[in-house]
């Protein structure tokens, strides 16, 4: 009788088998690793350009209504905080717009915080400042607002990042009066 066990012996052995599966292991726990940081960039990336956007169409609000606007902080003084400005439109109504807590408001009267929202809600504003130039019109120059606001998303990481944004606006009227 042929002996055909010890001949023709084929498969793999026990090491053979946890060296292949402890390979196989380390590519999947690779795979893996890079496909979370990649969901997680894409959510911070995602939250980012949120944040981004929001600002950008407060301020193009914002600086669409100074370029017509004058008497810049009631009677052409300085405001009551730099977090707040207060203007005439276009149409004769005062315009006012302030940080109160996480958001940017807009109110068509003194009475900021009662206004409406013109950020995200998942935006937290972290300042809004409002530096006013040449409001007197002694020089001859049109006055200037310049806007500066940072914030960052609600929806915080270890790594988010916070958006800065400024623009200086010159009203069309000269000296901010008509």
């Known amino acids: 009788m042929k002996n055909y066990?010890?001949?023709?012996?084929?498969?793999?052995?026990?090491?053979?088998?946890?060296?292949?599966l402890g390979l196989f292991s380390?590519?999947?726990?690779?795979?893996?690793?890079?496909f979370v940081r990649s969901l997680r960039t894409?959510?911070?990336t995602s939250a980012f350009t949120f944040v981004n956007n929001s600002l950008s169409i407060a301020i193009e609000q914002m600086g669409k209504e100074i370029r017509t606007g004058?008497?810049?902080?009631?009677?052409?003084?300085?405001?009551?905080?730099?977090?707040?400005?207060s203007f005439l439109s276009a149409k004769?109504?005062?315009?006012?717009?302030?940080?109160?807590?996480?958001?940017?408001?807009?109110?068509?009267?003194s009475d900021c915080?009662?206004?409406?929202?013109?950020?995200?809600?998942?935006?937290n504003v972290q300042y809004l400042t409002f530096l006013i130039s040449n409001n007197q019109g002694n020089n001859g120059w049109p006055p200037r607002?310049?806007?500066?606001?940072?914030?960052?998303?609600?929806k915080q990481t270890p790594s988010s990042?916070?958006?800065?944004?400024?623009t200086t606006v010159s009203s069309r009227s000269l000296a901010g009066l008509r």
Request: with cysteine.
């Open 145 to 154: 607002v310049t806007i500066l606001v940072g914030a960052n998303s609600k």
């Open 5 to 20: 066990l010890s001949k023709n012996r084929t498969g793999f052995t026990l090491v053979e088998l946890m060296v292949a």
């Open 70 to 85: 004058r008497n810049f902080c009631a009677g052409g003084t300085s405001c009551q905080s730099s977090s707040i400005l």
């Open 161 to 166: 990042y916070n958006v800065n944004l400024q």
């Open 92 to 109: 004769g109504a005062i315009i006012t717009y302030c940080l109160d807590g996480d958001a940017i408001k807009r109110n068509a009267g």
């Open 42 to 44: 894409e959510r911070q």
């Open 26 to 34: 380390i590519l999947l726990l690779m795979t893996v690793g890079g």
């Open 113 to 123: 915080p009662s206004g409406k929202k013109i950020t995200g809600d998942n935006v």
